[in-house]
T-cell receptor, first 115, second 112 residues
Framework: DAGVIQSPRHEVTEMGQEVTLRCKPISGHNSLFWYRQTMMRGLELLIY????????DSGMPEDRFSAKMPNASFSTLKIQPSEPRDSAVYFC?????????????FGPGTRLLVL | DQQVKQNSPSLSVQEGRISILNCDYTNSMFDYFLWYKKYPAEGPTFLIS???IKDKNEDGRFTVFLNKSAKHLSLHIVPSQPGDSAVYFCAARRDSNYQLIWGAGTKLIIKP
């Protein structure tokens, strides 16, 4: 099992540019989570999907952020336009979503730097 | 409102001794708790969990204790090894809610 795959691993961009982060969850998992980690705020949940449907996007900081999950094996997190305060590590995680105590499995993260 | 709190940002322990990481929570509806471990430049990895119907769960060198009356859980690592040096996150979840509520993390440093 390849685990959760994220790309790119590192992204450096200039303020105002569009940034797209990609995630491939573990095959068979039906819940997908996008997190952001910063020194100031720790690990924050941005949005999560269940069966490709967004369930809770209350953590999305503002309209510049959007996330999609067109199918069970792919999700994107887009920031448009990007700002320096968006600089952080963005993690994608997936879980089986089975009733009970499912565990979330994290990808390696995308380190984003907005100049 | 921080529902899950890890009040110690860092902890330093001698190799071979016991490491105890603490976590407090405020929401009595939480029924499942997890510990994750994170190395630099990697995503968090699941370590151990405990259901609210238990007060202890053990897996090798790792034991999690839950005190529901005090809304407190702790992770014990014994004996501590250099590879245990990492950031440890406590997380909690309510029944039928997929969202995990995370603590801020505790950086554990194991001294040789």
């Amino acid at each position: 099992d390849a685990g959760v795959i994220q790309s790119p691993r590192h992204e450096v961009t200039e303020m105002g540019q569009e940034v797209t982060l990609r995630c491939k969850p573990i095959s068979g998992h039906n819940s997908l989570f996008w997190y952001r980690q910063t020194m100031m705020r720790g690990l924050e949940l941005l949005i999560y999907f269940n069966n490709n449907v967004p369930i809770d996007d209350s953590g999305m900081p503002e309209d510049r952020f959007s996330a999609k999950m067109p199918n069970a094996s792919f999700s994107t997190l887009k920031i448009q336009p990007s700002e320096p305060r968006d600089s952080a590590v963005y993690f994608c995680a997936s879980s089986s979503g089975a009733a009970g105590q499912e565990t979330q499995y994290f990808g390696p993260g995308t380190r984003l730097l907005v100049l | 409102d921080q529902q899950v709190k890890q009040n110690s940002p860092s902890l330093s322990v001698q190799e071979g001794r016991i490491s105890i990481l603490n976590c407090d929570y405020t929401n009595s509806m939480f029924d499942y708790f997890l510990w994750y471990k994170k190395y630099p430049a990697e995503g968090p990895t699941f370590l151990i969990s405990i259901s609210s119907i238990k007060d202890k769960n053990e897996d090798g060198r790792f034991t999690v204790f839950l005190n529901k009356s005090a809304k407190h859980l702790s992770l014990h690592i014994v004996p501590s090894q250099p590879g245990d040096s990492a950031v440890y996150f406590c997380a909690a979840r309510r029944d039928s809610n997929y969202q995990l509520i995370w603590g801020a993390g505790t950086k554990l440093i194991i001294k040789p």
